[in-house]
């Protein structure tokens, strides 16, 4: 299965990273990075590995204790939706 990633998602990861530059360290910064990268190898050997979620086909895995990655099976491929950091406002939350 091929990674694909929406807009959303490329837009939420970078800003995570420039948060955790800004406000964090470095380290902080390439940890989060090396932590998605993992969770995508795991997507690749199993991409049914995550539970759903309240939405619809749509699978949730933990990031982070304050972010979770989004991501839906269609077509043979894995989308990643959204990476969600929980202190947002959920209702706010479009997948």
């Given at each position: 299965?091929q990674?694909?990633?929406?807009?959303?998602?490329?837009?939420?990861y970078?800003?995570?990273?420039?948060?955790?530059?800004?406000k964090?360290?470095e380290?902080?910064?390439?940890?989060?990075?090396?932590?998605?990268?993992?969770?995508?190898?795991?997507?690749?050997?199993?991409?049914?590995?995550?539970?759903?979620?309240?939405?619809?086909?749509?699978?949730?895995?933990?990031?982070?204790k304050?972010?979770?990655l989004?991501?839906?099976?269609?077509?043979?491929?894995i989308?990643?939706?959204?990476?969600?950091?929980?202190?947002q406002?959920?209702d706010?939350l479009?997948?």
């Amino acid at each position: 299965m091929q990674i694909i990633w929406t807009q959303e998602a490329k837009q939420d990861y970078l800003e995570n990273i420039e948060y955790l530059l800004e406000k964090w360290t470095e380290k902080s910064a390439r940890n989060f990075i090396n932590e998605v990268d993992d969770v995508l190898e795991l997507l690749q050997i199993n991409p049914k590995l995550f539970p759903l979620s309240d939405y619809k086909s749509i699978r949730r895995a933990v990031i982070r204790k304050q972010i979770t990655l989004f991501y839906q099976l269609k077509d043979s491929n894995i989308y990643l939706i959204r990476f969600w950091n929980s202190y947002q406002d959920p209702d706010s939350l479009e997948v």
